[in-house]
């Protein structure tokens, strides 16, 4: 082995990786989130810092389009792993191996980068001229022009870091490049905003392909300087035999299966520390994130109920201690009564009432005392799963509710709104597209 392949080897064996997730695949996120721990990998925020794109799932149409061009965006050296649902922990243990072991081979690393390097922006740009001749002399058949790899890429947020969502504009039409738009990127249109201005208006999609995003969820946001004026939400769908991995006990129970209390009440909790993982990370408090995603997986793999619940006391009183997360958080995306009643919501959104903070805390206080179940081996009984009942649809009830809490708040907090309700689109009968103001 030469120098150089020694050198990549050491620079890629603890992988940095990317993950996209379609819904229905949760068991194999954390599947996945957990290999790349044991491994010394870690996940990142954008396909530009990873060297491995890991897709859960299976994806629909839209999801596999977003895949597409993040894969574009991940420099060489580069791996890409498919995952299906059904996939086994040692399943993805050999996919890791395998996908570092093809890091590390120089060989197939320079062909990827040949492959690259014969591509150029101007074998797009012909292929569409080369479309628009065709038309004109068959006759002018009406075909939009395709999107360039920029514009793409911006329509699906396949690269999305939170709290650089501004620079991103719309181009969803394809006309950029015949209508003058500087270097084929759209430019921002003018409306009237709440004072009476005019300010630019610019169409910034989010999703699906975002980190710590809920699975297949997309927002169309229509934006006046930072501030969200307009919000229609859709949903990229995933396979078909999509089911929800924290709904699962309770399904079954519903099915007439014996289910014990202390089981679901397992899941329960590994639920709201995978939401309360999100959220940190969103906020940007990446080690706090970390350990709740360890506590999240030790609940998971039947960890002991007394020591996860000695564990997760001391992480939950310095959650609740942080005045800058408190601060952060308070006074964004308040829900109220009214709201709750108006749109349906049930489940620990619609328990603890108020901003982002609340329902942080309101998570906290339910796990910790779906912690201190998990020894009861009575039958389970009831619906009522970490979102809300079941048979209520709780994700869809949230769905509805995005854009009335995102409608006037500024673009910084749409990614906290989102991650502290954090909706399951896995659950059965989520609309495929809600329509906002």
């Known amino acids: 082995m030469d120098l150089r392949a020694r050198l990549l080897g050491f620079a890629t064996a603890r992988p940095r990786a990317f993950v996209i997730t379609s819904p229905g695949a949760t068991r194999t996120r954390l599947l996945v989130e957990d290999g790349l721990r044991r491994r010394g990998g870690r996940t990142v925020t954008a ?21 597409d061009v993040t894969w574009a965006d991940v420099p060489g050296p580069r791996a890409f792993i498919r995952l299906d ?33 014969a591509w150029t922006p101007e074998d797009d740009q012909d292929a ?16 939009s022009p395709p999107h360039d790899e920029h514009e793409e890429h911006q329509e699906h947020g396949g690269h999305e870091e939170h709290g650089g969502h501004a620079g991103h504009g719309g181009g969803h039409d394809g006309h950029e490049h015949h209508m003058g738009a500087p270097m084929g990127l759209p430019m921002a249109g003018r409306a009237d905003d709440r004072d009476g201005l005019k300010l630019d208006v610019l169409h910034v999609p ?9 699975a297949g969820l997309v927002l169309h946001l229509t934006l006046q ?53 999100r959220l940190l990370a969103v906020a940007g408090w990446t080690n706090a994130a970390e350990r709740a995603r360890v506590l999240r997986d030790d609940a998971v793999a039947d960890a002991s109920g007394d020591r996860l619940a000695v564990r997760f006391a001391g992480f ?3 959650i609740r201690r942080s005045w800058i997360l408190c601060w952060m958080l308070r006074d964004v995306g ?28 309101g998570w906290l206080d339910e796990a910790g005392a779906a912690i201190g179940r998990i020894g009861d081996r009575e039958q389970l009984d009831g619906s009522d799963g970490p979102r809300g009942p079941i048979e209520r649809r709780p994700s869809a009830a949230m769905l509805n509710l995005l854009p ?4 006037g708040a500024e673009l910084s907090a749409a990614r906290l709104i989102v991650a502290s309700l954090d909706p399951d689109l896995a659950q059965p009968a989520v609309p495929a597209e809600v329509a906002g103001g």
């Open 85 to 117: 649902e059904t996939v086994s922990a040692e399943e993805v243990a050999t996919a890791l191996d395998r996908a570092v072991r093809e890091l590390a081979d120089t060989a197939v690393q320079w062909a990827d980068a040949a492959a690259r390097r």
């Open 225 to 277: 300087g930072d501030v969200v004026q307009a919000v229609r939400v859709g949903v990229a769908d995933g396979g078909e035999s999509r089911s929800s991995f924290w709904d699962e006990p309770w399904l079954r129970a519903t099915a007439g299966q014996r289910v014990s209390v202390g089981e679901a009440e397992r899941r329960r909790a590994a639920a709201h520390l995978d939401s309360v993982g």
């Open 404 to 407: 009335v809490l995102l409608e």
């Open 128 to 143: 569409e001229h080369e479309q628009d001749d065709e038309a004109d002399h068959e006759g002018g058949h009406e075909a």
């Open 334 to 361: 308040v829900i109220g009564r009214a709201a709750v009643d108006r749109h349906g919501l049930s489940g620990p959104s619609a328990r603890h009432l108020g901003d982002v903070f609340a329902r942080l805390r």
């Open 316 to 318: 939950s009183r310095r």
């Open 206 to 214: 989010l999703g699906p392909a975002l980190h710590d995003w809920p």
């Open 47 to 67: 396909p530009a810092a990873a060297t491995i794109l890991i897709l859960c799932g299976t994806p629909g149409e839209e999801l596999a389009s977003a895949v």
